[in-house]
């Protein structure tokens, strides 16, 4: 009697030629079979956008023998997870992981973010999901340090699984591996952006934009992500798709509107 390999979907949204992804295909052979769909070219800060007034593309790649089957996706992070559960996989996987993000996805940033979307709309599939973010935004960022630790979360989420709706958010920091202290599960801390949008004229005399900004941490807590990062350790958040602020519901409540 053989013993089935875990099916494990990677994605990402800084593209399929993207050096972090192919760091965390590597990792991710090392623990099951791999299936690859990612955008055909940068998504980042998408969100949870999905592809609605125009076609979806898919093309099948052939760039690693070793893979189970590699794909491109003209869309977003999101379709890529959705068009794989519904259009490519046989079975449901066992764990989608997305990244490895190039720069960080810490605190407010997991909003924004079309990496950790990905691995959330894998969670709403009822798929065990993780994103993996380095705090370096630089293409040819190294990606050694993070393999330990990738493979060891990943591990640990294949054997014992996650509790339902819950989602991990994981970033690493930008250290040697023999410098990085070690793993801390941790909050998300409360910051924010300071933004600024950058007006410019072009040659025809018309404005145009960059947007600019600022993060602010606003949190002095020894439990958060923004302190662990800080501090050299790889931060863990687990975070959940259920918006419902639970804690707001009985002061709703009293204000007399039900009924």
């Known amino acids: 009697m053989t013993t089935q390999k875990p099916l494990i979907l990677v994605t990402n949204d800084d593209s399929i030629n993207a050096p972090g992804i192919r760091t965390l295909i590597s990792v991710m052979k090392e623990l099951g079979d791999v299936v690859v769909v990612a955008p055909d070219s940068p998504q980042s800060a998408m969100g949870h956008a999905i592809t609605i007034n ?9 760039n690693d023998p070793e893979l189970y089957a590699e794909y491109s996706c003209s869309g977003t992070p999101v379709d890529c997870v959705k068009f794989a559960v519904n259009e ?39 798929i065990p999901a993780i994103g993996f973010s380095l705090l370096d935004y630089n293409w040819n960022a190294d990606f050694e340090p993070c393999r330990k630790f990738v493979k060891k979360i990943a591990a640990e989420v294949l054997q014992k699984g996650l509790p339902d709706g819950v989602i991990l958010n994981v970033n690493l920091p930008k250290l040697p591996e023999s410098e990085i202290k070690g793993i801390k599960i941790c909050r998300q801390a409360k910051a924010y952006w300071e933004e600024k949008f950058d007006k410019r ?3 025809m005399g018309k404005d145009y934009y960059w947007l600019t900004g600022k993060f602010v941490n606003q949190d002095n807590g020894e439990d958060t992500d923004e302190w662990a990062l800080a501090q050299g350790y790889v931060s863990v958040v687990p975070v959940q798709f259920d918006l419902t602020a639970h804690h707001a519901i009985q002061t709703l409540n009293s204000w007399g509107l039900n009924g």
């Open 201 to 203: 004229i072009n040659p």
């Open 88 to 126: 490519i996989l046989h079975r449901k996987p066992d764990l989608c992981v997305s990244g490895i993000n190039h720069g960080s996805n810490s605190s407010i940033n997991v909003i924004y973010s079309g990496t950790m979307s990905a691995a959330v709309e894998a969670g709403i599939e009822g």
């Open 54 to 62: 125009s076609t979806l593309h898919i093309n099948k790649l052939n």
